[in-house]
């Protein structure tokens, strides 16, 4: 069956190729668990489109190595993880070609997911789901012979990032959000044996602390986009029941420690993002002191910094474009007045303006 309907898929886009219109089997964002299947109204349509085509295109073996790679350049990495490989050994061998492993990106695959099925991502955070993806990236790095440039997954460990540094040499963009099992033994490596670095998002990545980024500001002299950004600890409820507890509560308390690794040696910064950061107005000082050509710079949840803080620091950056300051609103029922004194002083506490009653 798998062989049949990949056969199809693979048929459909040569007759495109053929004729010189666009390729149909582009990057759609599915979700991490799904892989294309027709719906049933077209099934019967199919079939006799399909019938038709594979006695025009029977000599599947006929194929020349660079015409099959012309063929799944057009399909989406669903289609080629999930069918192509799994049809005959010449087939396999042509998934594996380096051309095709220069980019290996599972962010919109995740991000569908999430925004789907939320409470089904829990097995996310497993260690076989782990394993599954330190597999596959271990496989892309293989097959990449160090074309390797971008990637961007979640729940990957060590394991394969060690391998990462080892033969990616050409990496620009790391992207390895959600990785509790990511350190800094191997983000030491990577900024060691990666100064390509350009563009860098560790968010939620809770056992990599400020000696990464001290690391990386030195060895890495391209990177200017950094994303750190933390999970909301103001309302948790959008992780509770996904994303362990213990993890939850595990979330680095050195905000400014981070924020002086990036301020004293990330001076190329263009982009930066600290959501839910615990860094203070001596932290945020620091970066707008050491990264005078940054544009952008998210704050949002920062709850240690106000909004004081935020316009004697970033007053100097000349270049800043777009800044994203904390703002919540939080019912008067979580409120103590006789802790804050007054609703003003409440206001500039947490940097709202929107209170309702």
Known sequence: MVKKRTKFILTRVWIRTLSSQEPRYKSNGKTIDEFYLPSMADNNHRREEEASDSELYSGWADLTHECLLNILT?????????????VC????????????HSVFDLESSFASSFESRPRESFRWWTSQ?????????????????????????????????SLVSERCPNLEVLSIKSCPNVTDQSMVKIASECPKL????????????????????????NLTILKRNFMNEVDPSRHLGIVPSDYLN???????????????????????????????????????????NLEY??????????????????????????????????PRSAFQGERYGHWSLYDERFQTDAFRI
Request: hydrophobic share 35%.
């Open 198 to 221: 350009r563009e860098l998002d560790i968010s939620f990545s809770y056992e990599i602390s400020h000696k990464s980024l001290l690391i990386l500001g030195r060895k890495c002299t």
């Open 297 to 330: 710079i998210d704050l949002s949840g920062c709850v240690n910094v106000t909004s004081r803080d935020i316009a004697n620091s970033t007053s100097s950056l000349t270049k800043l474009k777009t800044i994203k300051k904390p703002n919540f609103y939080i």
């Open 129 to 161: 789901f782990e394993r599954k993806i330190d597999n596959m990236l271990r496989s892309v790095v293989n097959w990449s012979d160090g074309g390797l440039t971008e990637i961007r997954i979640r729940h990957c460990s060590d394991r394969s990032l």
């Open 74 to 86: 057009r399909l989406t990495i669903e289609d080629r993880w999930r069918g192509i490989m799994l």
């Open 250 to 292: 595990a979330c680095p308390q050195d905000g400014d420690s981070e924020a002086a690794a990036i301020g004293t040696l990330m001076p190329q910064l263009l982009h930066l993002e600290l959501q839910f950061s615990k860094l203070t107005a001596k932290g945020l000082a620091l970066i707008s002191k050491g990264c005078q």
């Open 89 to 100: 050994k010449s087939w396999l061998q042509a998934s594996k070609d380096p051309s095709l």
